[in-house]
């Protein structure tokens, strides 16, 4: 499911995402990771596939940095916290860029499941309840700690809470990314990152 009909989006683009000093290699793979978690944590939540994202590549005309699942395949096996090193290829500050606005755009579209998925977290966190106790994130975080102990190198030795406050973190993170600057958000907290 691709951005509601109802509320038209405004394309984000990469003009929107300055870079005053080129990333080194390491705050290179310190993005390419995050990324890749920010998208397995919306996959997660709205059950979106690579289908989505190429398509979502295609309206915002980046079919020239994502064109193919191959493509998108090998960006994703970039990020050097996964388990399978077939494919890997360095990020480029581009290819980050397009990841960037493609993730935010696609959060966008689902800023109502987003939204309501982080209003069910505050009231079930008021009730001193557990989040799995609810329908929704309760899929949500099975799903994010089943793909994150699939194809993270150390997703058997992190605990299923550590996991699962890592996801509840990345909903809230999620539901900034999808206001209308989010992708500048998402870009600076990136770059902020990347140097700490």
Known sequence: ???????PLSTPKREDLPLS???????????????????MALEALT??????????AQELKLESIIADRVGLWRLRQSNPLRKSSGGRKK?????ARSLVLIICYL???????????????EQITEQNKAP????????YLDA???????RMEDGEKISTEQLSRLALKLLIDLLFY???????????ALLDSARQ
Request: net charge negative; hydrophobic share 40%; no cysteine.
């Open 1 to 7: 499911m691709g951005p509601s009909a109802n509320a």
């Open 107 to 121: 959060a966008r579209g689902h800023h109502e499941l987003i939204r309501r998925a982080v209003t069910l977290l």
């Open 91 to 95: 990020l480029d500050v581009e290819e």
């Open 144 to 150: 994010f700690t089943n793909s994150y102990q699939e």
């Open 178 to 188: 999808s206001a209308v600057n989010g992708h500048r958000r998402l870009w600076l």
């Open 21 to 39: 000093q080129e990333p080194d290699a390491q705050q290179l793979d310190n993005i390419k990771a995050h990324l890749d978690i920010i998208l």
């Open 47 to 56: 059950k979106i596939g690579s289908e989505e994202v190429l398509k979502t």
């Open 132 to 139: 799995h106790q609810t329908a929704l994130l309760g899929d």
